[in-house]
């Protein structure tokens, strides 16, 4: 156990120094534009040319003309005190911007990962439990077809109905419990349909294991055969995809909260990309990824405190 | 030496049985037939969008703008009064184009480099395992908005975007699977004979180990065409003159109250085409693989 966890922390650190260079160079190997962008966006407009003179200035100033190797390593080794740099589009540290917008994209990943996960497992559960009755066809069609739907698609319908058309939720902004419900509908919506099949699938396998039948056969009430010995061994698979689903929600938040104007750190990369504020764009990309390796090395290890028969090599 | 022909013999034997077994159960399941019949189709139309499409896609007529369906106008009219249904069908080569490119270039070097590294072990293995780790470990979006920063906007920076996005799934199924196989006695057997590596990796692992890429292939289509429209909703990655269903609704974002057409057509298009490849992508898997649970699929 010690071994590995010793073997899966070192994996960890070199999958992020690998993608952090990776990040860095992908980000900024387009050497000049950048700083043309940038200098359009910060003083002049984004239909006009800048000047070569304004562009040279931009680049000093913000050190876009050193030596990439250079760059690569002042930012890493700021990341490693806990500087994550200087966001030139809003003029303020980076880490005071993610301490801003962290919170809300926290918050709606959140309740879309509660909402995916509740409503996933008792449709899953209730799909297995009537299989091939009516409403195990429903949740199948359904579940097919939400998974077939773009999430930003899905937003705007849900704008369409319940905003616009019903009147029931407000369009966007971020001001009380009511602006949350469609944004993280639109976001679980995919992770909810996973959830239900994997869950689905899952269950069946399990109700037909001997331990369900012996427990039947015990004569305990149907209840208690399905929540305490079918469901506790049927969900760890479901374990696996929430880790997985992690980070497709992360990332689907980008696309959420531009279109909710949610506050979060998905709209605020939008903005930096559209201005090429590399800093910005590089320190935000390796937070998201940081948290999705985070949460998926912690669910590895979940495994084995759910299910004790698991042990590592 | 004969005795491996026989074995590889027996191998080929089996895999035809194994063909003619799932060109049985795809006799067995009309709804799958339907599916790949409708595949059929949203390929042709896509090839011939512009002979089917009755309008010019790009031909305004502000008088006649944002209408409802019509003899007319089928799907109704956009916010310039151009034909929705010419935008949705010429929209549906552009995605269709660039997911079938993206598609088979990724099967390619992702299956290429996958089986290399499973079947050479060793450090190149190791090295290989941790690149495709660290091209997972960045969220589909999130690597493409960092790549659209870097290669700005374009059909084919697109598709060279898009692969890099998803070459390391395909690279890590074909991995697992040649890892799987690659000690079974027939691949030992044609290693007794001292036949060359590759041969063995081309003739006699490959036919064994790439249905389920091919799976993964097929339902990947529907994932690329929803990454497209995504990342065009987002005004990345094509330049608004290229008509595309994700940058038609956000183009209809505006007039939605009065217009609801301009957004709700071209998710339906996008919804239908993902929907008809994830059913077909299943429909493989089942007939494929007997032993996955493949009741009440279509």
Known sequence: MHHYLIKRTAYLILTLVIASMFTFVVVNATPGE????????????????????????????????????????????????????????FNKPVDRLLMLHLPPTILLTAVAMSFATIAGLVLGIYSALHQN?????????????????????????????????????????????????????????HTMASIIRIMRTSMLETMDKPFVTFAKAKGLPMRRVICSHACKNAFLPVLTVIGMS??????????????????????????????RDLVLIESTIMVIVFMFLIVNFVIDLLYHVIDPRITYE | MSETGTVARIKIWQSNV?????????????????????????????????????QDPAAQDLYGKNQWMSADHWFGTDYLGRDLFSRVVCGLQTSMAIAVTTIVITFVIGTAIGSYAGYKGGWVDNVIARVIDVFLAFPSIILALALVTLLGSGILNMIFMLSIVQWASFARLMRGQVLAEKNAEYVLSARAAG??????????????????????????????????????????????????????????????????LNVIVPGLAITTVTLLFNLAGEGVRDITDPGTDAEGSL
């Open chain 1, 34 to 89: 950048p700083a043309e962008v940038l200098a359009r966006h910060l003083y002049i407009g984004l239909e006009e040319v800048a000047p070569p003179e304004l562009i040279a200035e931009v680049s000093e100033r913000y050190d876009l003309n050193k030596p990439l190797l250079q760059q690569y390593l002042e930012w890493v080794g700021g990341i490693l005190h806990g500087d994550l740099g200087h966001s030139i589009l």
């Open chain 1, 133 to 189: 009755k009516i409403s195990d066809h429903i949740i199948r069609v359904g579940t097919i077809f939400s998974v077939s739907m773009p999430g930003f698609w899905v937003a705007v319908m849900l704008i369409l109905v319940f905003s616009i058309w019903l009147g029931l939720t407000p369009v966007s902004g971020y001001s009380g419990p009511q602006y949350i419900i469609l944004p993280a509908i639109a976001l679980g919506l």
């Open chain 1, 246 to 275: 992690f980070g497709a929600l992360l990332a689907g938040s980008v696309v959420i909260e531009t279109i909710f104007s949610w506050p979060g750190i998905g709209a605020m990369l939008m903005k930096a990309i559209s201005a």
């Open chain 2, 18 to 54: 194994r063909g003619a077994d799932w060109y049985y159960r795809l006799r067995q399941r009309p709804g799958l037939q339907i599916v790949f019949v409708l595949l059929a189709v949203v390929l042709i139309a896509a090839v011939f969008a512009p002979v089917i499409s009755p």
């Open chain 2, 195 to 260: 036949l060359p590596g590759w041969w063995i990796l081309l003739k006699h692992l490959m036919p064994n180990c790439i249905m389920p890429v091919v799976v993964l292939a097929t339902m990947d289509l529907g994932h690329t065409i929803l990454t497209i429209s995504t990342l065009s909703f987002l005004g990345l990655g094509l330049p608004p003159s290229i008509p595309e269903w994700g940058s038609m609704i956000n183009a209809g974002l505006d007039s939605m109250r009065t217009a609801p």
